[in-house]
């Protein structure tokens, strides 16, 4: 049975910092961040492949540095500069594969954490 489970999420106002942790029971080749906003879609956030290599959306570039501590199969997000549009539930993904091209731009996963909520005022 694969798990993640997120950790580290909260409250924090406007330009706050908050890291999020995502500990996994195995080791993925590629894992990734994901937001959910009230009455919104799921939209990919961060993800960082097998190499290390990282990509962002727009929206968090510059701000949500993300990083994979192989040696504790864990994810880390790191959130600075926090604004109120940030708030959302923040589910970490993995897989054992490279990262993958999904529908809608963004990578797709196979296993995914139950989610914490993030809220910014």
């Known amino acids: 049975h694969v798990q993640l489970v997120e950790s580290g999420g909260g409250s924090a106002q406007a330009g706050g910092s908050m890291r999020l942790s995502c500990a996994a029971v195995?080791?993925?080749?590629?894992m990734g961040w994901f937001r959910q906003a009230p009455g919104m879609e799921r939209e990919g956030v961060a993800a960082?492949?097998?190499?290390?290599?990282?990509y962002y959306a727009d929206s968090v570039k510059g701000r949500f540095p993300v990083s994979h501590e192989k040696v504790k199969n864990t994810l880390y997000l790191r959130m600075n500069s926090l604004q109120p549009e940030d708030t959302g539930v923040y589910y970490c993904?993995?897989?054992?594969?490279?990262?993958?091209?999904?529908?809608?731009?963004?990578?797709?996963?196979?296993?995914w954490g139950q989610g914490t909520q993030v809220t910014v005022s």
């Open positions: 993904a993995a897989d054992f594969t490279r990262l993958r091209c999904g529908q809608g731009g963004w990578y797709e996963y196979s296993y």
């Open positions: 195995a080791h993925f080749d590629s």
């Open positions: 960082i492949d097998a190499d290390g290599s990282t």
